[in-house]
């Protein structure tokens, strides 16, 4: 019987929050002043894909874990 009455639960969750996204989506047609506006709502910014720049911050971690092992370079 508790499953039954988790399961319900579980399908309003689910249908609530698609109903959510429903919403959402014909606001944002309803707001938009044209179908172009609309669409470049649901296009994700790209993402960037350049490689991170070496900040040190390894060279310092090395250092740390020496000074903590009470190693010290000559």
């Given at each position: ?17 698609l ?10 047609r ?14 994700k910014?790209?993402e960037n ?26």
């Amino acid at each position: 019987m508790i499953y039954l009455i988790v399961l319900l639960i579980l399908l309003q969750v689910g249908r609530e929050y698609l109903y959510f996204k429903e919403r959402q989506e014909l606001l944002d047609r309803i707001m938009s002043r044209s179908f172009d506006e609309f669409k470049n709502l649901n296009v994700k910014p790209e993402e960037n894909h350049l490689e991170p720049e070496d900040d040190g911050t390894e060279e310092l971690e090395v250092a740390k874990e020496e000074i903590i092992n009470g190693k010290e370079e000559d």
